[in-house]
C-alpha cells in the first residue's frame, strides 16, 4: 500500500493514486444516485450556484438548505438588506438554535491544505462539521476522503462566509469552519436587530454597502440588480455607518487629500520620499490658494500640516475617474480606483474610512439611469476625454452604509461574515484576518 500512495508533507494528507481514488469514489456515488439526479440537482442547486457565481454546473447530490433546495431563484437575486431578510433571518435564528440544542458541530484540527483527493483523519471531523450546518448531507458522512462532494460542501460554505470559492480548505477557511454555533447563533441575534432597524425606512430603488462584506448592492422593486465588490476602511480608520442620499456624480474628479491622511500618510511619505507629491501629481497650496513648491516646506515642522493637497485627475488619481458623492458628517464619498488588484483580495479592509467601487460605472450608470445625455456609452465618452464633468441626479437615490455580518436571504442561504470592527461584541466572531 505504502508504495501506491503519494505523500505530501505540505498538504499534512495523503493523495491516493487515481484508481482508488475512484473506487471510493464510486461508493459515495451511491448516496446520490439514490436521490436526484446530477441533472436535477443541478437545477434545485441554481441559487447555491448564484451565490457562488460559478459556471460550471456539477450534481452536488446533498441536501442543502430546505429553501434552497425548493425555491428557484434568478442569478441577480436576493439583498442584504430588505424587509423579506428580517423574516428569514429570524428563521435561520430558529435553525442556528436547534444545532445548538443538538450539541452544534465539532471543531476541526488543525491542517495547512486538504484538497481534492486527500487522505486525512481531519476530513472525517470535516464532513460532520459541514452536515451540521446543512453544507453536505448527514449519509455523505464517516470517511477520510476529500472527494468531490466535500469538495462541493466547502466551495458552499465559501460563498457564504465570502471567501475565495476554490472548494480547498486553508487556514483561512479552517477558522471560520471553527468559529462554535453559540457564537454564530449569537451572530444572527445581534444582526436581525440591525435589520429591523434598517427594514423599515426602505425606498424601492436603493443602494447598500455591507461593510463587513466589503459589497455593494444596487436594489430595485426587491431585488439586488448588480453587485459589486468593494474596498471599505482599515479597522483603525473604519467605514462610519451611513444613512443619506447619492446626489452628484463627478467625473475625472481633483482629489482634495482630507487632513487625517495628511497628517498619517503625506507627510511620512514626503519625509522619506522627497519626490512623492510630484511623481503622484499632488500639487500644495497655502491658505490664500497660492500654490507652493514641496521642496520650500519643512515637512518635519507643524507648518506642513496647514496646508491643502490636492491631486491632478488622470489614471493616477486615488480617486480612479469616478467619485460618487452623498451628504454625511464623516466627509466620505465612494469612488474609483486605480489599484484594481485589491478587489481580488478576500481582505478587503485597506481604505481610509471612503470606500472603493469594482465596476463602478456600472453601478453610476444604473443611478443616472433615465437622465438624458448619461447612458453608459455617454459615461465611456466623458471619461476617456479626461474633462471634469458633474451629473447632478435627478432623484437622488437613498443609500446605506450598513454593518451586518449575519443574515439570511429567501433561498434558505445563511452567510456570516467576520467582525472585522469587533462591533458584535462577541468573543470567536473575528477570526479569519484577525487570528492567522
Not at 499534512?12 to 471510493?24: E, I
Request: some cysteine; aromatic content about 8%.
Amino acid at each position: 500500500m505504502s508504495k501506491t500512495r503519494v505523500r505530501n508533507d505540505a498538504r499534512q494528507g495523503t493523495q491516493l493514486p487515481r484508481r482508488a481514488f475512484l473506487k471510493r469514489l464510486a461508493g459515495v456515488t451511491a448516496l446520490a444516485a439514490a436521490g436526484l439526479s446530477a441533472r436535477g440537482a443541478a437545477a434545485e442547486d441554481a441559487a447555491l450556484d448564484a451565490l457562488i457565481g460559478d459556471t460550471q454546473r456539477g450534481g452536488f447530490g446533498q441536501n442543502f438548505d430546505d429553501a434552497s433546495r425548493t425555491i428557484h431563484m434568478p442569478k441577480a437575486s436576493e439583498p442584504t438588506v430588505s424587509t423579506a431578510t428580517v423574516q428569514t433571518t429570524e428563521k435561520a435564528i430558529n435553525r442556528y438554535a436547534d444545532i445548538v440544542g443538538r450539541g452544534g458541530w465539532p471543531q476541526v484540527p488543525p491542517v495547512n491544505v486538504l484538497r481534492l483527493g486527500d487522505r486525512h483523519a481531519s476530513v472525517g471531523v470535516l464532513r460532520t462539521r459541514l452536515s451540521a450546518s446543512g453544507d453536505i448531507d448527514p449519509n455523505a458522512t464517516g470517511n477520510d476522503i476529500y472527494d468531490s462532494y466535500v469538495e462541493a460542501a466547502v466551495r458552499r460554505f465559501q460563498a457564504r462566509h465570502g471567501l475565495t470559492v476554490d472548494g480547498v480548505i486553508r487556514p483561512e477557511t479552517l477558522a471560520p469552519i471553527n468559529v462554535p454555533a453559540p457564537v454564530r447563533l449569537a451572530q444572527l441575534k445581534v444582526n436581525v436587530v440591525r435589520l429591523r432597524a434598517l427594514s423599515g425606512n426602505l425606498s424601492p430603488r436603493y443602494v447598500v454597502c455591507n461593510i463587513p462584506a466589503a459589497r455593494i448592492e444596487a436594489i430595485e422593486s426587491g431585488a439586488a440588480v448588480s453587485r459589486h465588490t468593494a474596498v471599505v476602511g482599515k479597522p483603525d480608520r473604519p467605514s462610519p455607518e451611513v444613512n443619506s442620499k447619492i446626489i452628484q456624480v463627478n467625473f475625472n474628479p481633483y482629489w482634495t487629500v482630507p487632513p487625517s491622511i495628511v497628517q498619517k500618510d503625506l507627510i511620512p511619505k514626503m519625509q522619506d520620499q522627497p519626490d512623492y507629491l510630484t511623481n503622484n501629481h499632488i500639487r500644495i497650496f497655502d491658505a490664500r490658494h497660492r500654490e507652493l513648491e514641496p521642496s520650500k516646506i519643512n515637512w518635519y515642522s507643524e507648518d506642513a500640516t496647514h496646508y491643502s493637497f490636492k491631486q491632478d485627475p488622470g489614471s493616477f488619481n486615488s480617486l480612479g475617474s469616478i467619485r460618487i458623492n452623498f451628504p454625511s458628517p464623516y466627509g466620505v464619498y465612494m469612488h474609483d480606483t486605480p489599484l484594481k488588484n485589491l478587489f481580488g483580495d478576500d481582505f478587503r479592509f485597506h481604505s481610509s474610512g471612503c470606500v472603493r467601487v469594482q465596476n463602478v460605472r456600472q453601478l453610476v450608470a444604473w443611478l443616472l439611469e433615465g437622465m438624458q445625455g448619461w447612458s453608459l456609452e455617454d459615461i465611456d465618452r466623458v471619461i476617456k476625454s479626461g474633462e471634469q464633468k458633474n451629473a447632478q441626479l435627478a432623484k437622488p437615490v437613498p443609500l446605506h452604509w450598513v454593518y451586518i455580518t449575519g443574515w439570511a436571504t429567501a433561498d434558505g442561504v445563511v452567510q456570516f461574515r467576520e467582525d472585522i470592527y469587533g462591533k458584535d461584541g462577541l468573543p470567536g466572531a473575528q477570526t479569519a484576518t484577525t487570528n492567522l
